[in-house]
């Protein structure tokens, strides 16, 4: 299990952003992350992963584990090494190269390894199989959310953080990454995910934390989000 307790994160030694976050990701489970812009998910992705040194931010209070073990003190790649991986906002793909090509950049699996973990991911996303030789650039918006998802499949992940995955994406794909996420899920993966579109974390999700101003605010289980919706806009300002 993630575990995340009152953590506190400051940019540039004075910008005070998280305010004493808590909040706990089981393994197996989705859980979503739901807040207005600049209420701090992303900063909190950054604490996760161990990105926040390369945006002059750091942990000032509190702490991360992960089964036990605090991991809040590791470089970006001690922490992939622990399975947990970060899909960016926006889709970082290597857009000159092929799909395949995509996917064999960065994969941590040892070489024996590596043609069935590609195989795996390819029977997760059938769509990229079929676009396996095509350049990444030329990919629809969806399909490119699905190779940034299927690149740190590759590295090992067992936790994915997901950044906002469908922003931008019409309905139909929206769907599809849905279907992915729960496919994900149903493997035995663990998903945090960082969303605007509650309706969309609601298809996928077990359980959401609500964020506003650097803190968590609310803990809705999913079953109880549609009788909170009222709540949730007035967070989200929606
Ligand atoms: P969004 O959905 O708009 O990305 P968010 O909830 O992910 O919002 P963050 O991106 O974490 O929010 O931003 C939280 C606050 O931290 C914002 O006020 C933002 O301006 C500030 N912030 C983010 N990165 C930095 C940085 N590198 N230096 C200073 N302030 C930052």
Request: hydrophobic fraction near 40%; glycine fraction near 10%.
């Amino acid at each position: 299990m993630l575990s995340v307790s009152n953590l506190e994160v400051v940019y540039e030694d004075v910008i005070l952003v998280l305010r004493g976050v808590s909040l706990e990701v089981p393994d197996g489970q989705i859980v979503g992350l739901l807040g207005a812009n600049g209420a701090g998910k992303t900063t909190l992705l950054r604490a996760l992963s161990g990105l926040l040194d390369i945006h002059h931010g750091k942990v000032t209070r509190g702490r991360i584990t992960l089964d036990g073990e605090r991991i809040d003190h590791l470089d970006p790649q001690q922490i992939v090494a622990r399975g947990i991986s970060q899909v960016l906002e926006g889709r970082r793909v290597f857009a000159e190269f092929t799909v395949e090509e995509n996917l064999r950049v960065g994969a941590h699996t040892k070489p024996n390894d590596r043609a069935k973990n590609l195989e795996r991911v390819f029977e997760l996303f059938p769509r990229l199989l079929e676009r396996r030789t095509q350049t990444a650039g030329y990919l629809s918006g969806g399909e490119q959310q699905m190779l940034a998802i299927a690149r740190i499949l590759r590295t090992g992940a067992k936790l994915l953080l997901l950044d906002e995955p469908t922003e931008g994406l019409a309905p139909v794909i929206v769907q599809q990454i849905g279907r992915t996420i729960r496919e994900i899920k149903a493997r035995g993966f663990t998903v945090l995910l960082v969303e605007q579109n509650f309706r969309f974390a609601q298809t996928v999700a077990d359980r959401h934390y609500v964020m506003e101003h650097g803190r968590v605010v609310d803990m809705v289980p999913n079953s109880e989000l549609s009788a909170s919706m009222g709540r949730l806009h007035e967070y989200l300002g929606v």
